[in-house]
């Protein structure tokens, strides 16, 4: 039986991230999914790191290829996904454990084709420390994307499972 959502991670350069972002998928409070990791031809241990996941967790899968690009990367997730819904994130970031969850029931609820949801991005440097909130969105092709709700509407629905 296919997984519900198929989560497509390009990975590049990303050792140092990579541990916080697979480990925050294999968290989730939602289960039905699969892992897809594709090794954008990382120089680094990024390849290795996935390929370690991979040997201790049936649900991820991993996909080397020579370097070409985030977008290259995607697509080899999307050819060989199997999840009713596809969910891109990136080696840098993480989730939170009901996110699948929450997402899952919204797309459900609605009949939606694309989510796009509130984010938060930290930046630390020695001279920096920033913290900056992103604004999205979620709608259906159904509604000729014309008619959008608010990303804040989510947010509060994830809140509200922590």
């Not at 350069?13 to 541990?19: G, I, P, Q, R, V």
């Not at 954008?40 to 649900?59: L, R």
């Not at 997402?103 to 630390?124: C, P, R």
């Given at each position: 039986?296919n997984p519900?959502i198929?989560v497509?991670?390009?990975?590049?350069?990303?050792?140092?991230?990579l541990h916080?972002c697979?480990d925050?998928?294999?968290?989730?409070?939602?289960?039905?999914?699969e892992?897809?990791?594709i090794d954008?031809?990382?120089p680094?241990k990024?390849g290795?790191?996935?390929?370690?996941?991979?040997?201790?967790?049936?649900q991820?899968?991993?996909i080397?290829?020579?370097?070409a690009?985030?977008?290259?990367?995607?697509?080899a997730?999307l050819a060989?996904?199997?999840g009713?819904y596809?969910?891109f994130l990136?080696s840098?970031?993480?989730i939170?454990?009901?996110t699948m969850?929450v997402?899952?029931?919204?797309?459900?609820k609605?009949?939606l084709?694309n989510?796009?949801?509130?984010?938060e991005?930290f930046?630390?440097t020695?001279?920096?420390?920033?913290?900056?909130?992103?604004?999205v969105?979620?709608?259906?092709?159904?509604e000729?994307?014309?008619?959008?709700?608010?990303?804040?509407?989510?947010?509060k629905?994830m809140d509200e499972?922590?």
């Amino acid at each position: 039986m296919n997984p519900k959502i198929s989560v497509i991670v390009p990975v590049y350069k990303a050792e140092k991230y990579l541990h916080r972002c697979v480990d925050s998928i294999l968290a989730q409070t939602f289960t039905d999914f699969e892992v897809l990791l594709i090794d954008d031809g990382s120089p680094d241990k990024s390849g290795q790191i996935c390929d370690e996941y991979a040997a201790n967790d049936s649900q991820i899968k991993v996909i080397h290829q020579k370097n070409a690009g985030q977008a290259a990367a995607r697509n080899a997730g999307l050819a060989v996904a199997k999840g009713e819904y596809v969910y891109f994130l990136d080696s840098d970031d993480y989730i939170l454990e009901n996110t699948m969850e929450v997402l899952y029931e919204e797309a459900s609820k609605y009949n939606l084709d694309n989510i796009y949801f509130d984010a938060e991005s930290f930046f630390e440097t020695e001279d920096l420390k920033e913290e900056m909130a992103v604004y999205v969105d979620y709608y259906t092709r159904k509604e000729d994307y014309s008619q959008v709700v608010s990303g804040v509407e989510m947010l509060k629905k994830m809140d509200e499972h922590n």
